[in-house]
């Protein structure tokens, strides 16, 4: 195996971690940018009030894009597990 099937090999596996981790982290950032804004505007500093509503949003989101997320997991794999002759060859 060659330096660059390695450095190919990572920058797919990163590529592919970083296209997962995004939707959930995105849609987290979002709603804690919008509860922080309520709370300023409201005053109320509850640590639980930025919490559950975050927590309920990454939830919602993983329903909802989790069959994409697993579709793009298995086609990463499946092409990870067809290449093992070619890499070790």
């Known amino acids: 195996m060659t ?3 390695v450095t190919t090999l990572a920058h ?3 590529y592919i971690a ?3 981790a ?3 982290l995105f849609v987290g950032l ?3 940018l919008i509860v922080s804004l309520f709370q300023a505007a409201t005053q109320i500093n509850e640590a ?3 919490f559950i509503p975050k927590l309920f949003a990454i939830a919602v989101t993983l329903v909802l894009i ?3 997320m697993l579709a793009k997991m298995l086609d990463y794999m499946r092409h990870m597990f067809t290449s093992i002759p070619t890499l070790a060859g």
């Open 3 to 5: 330096p660059e099937t």
């Open 22 to 24: 995004a939707p959930p």
């Open 48 to 50: 639980t009030l930025s």
């Open 18 to 20: 970083l296209l997962l």
């Open 30 to 32: 979002v709603v804690g």
């Open 66 to 68: 989790g069959p994409w």
């Open 12 to 14: 797919e596996a990163m």
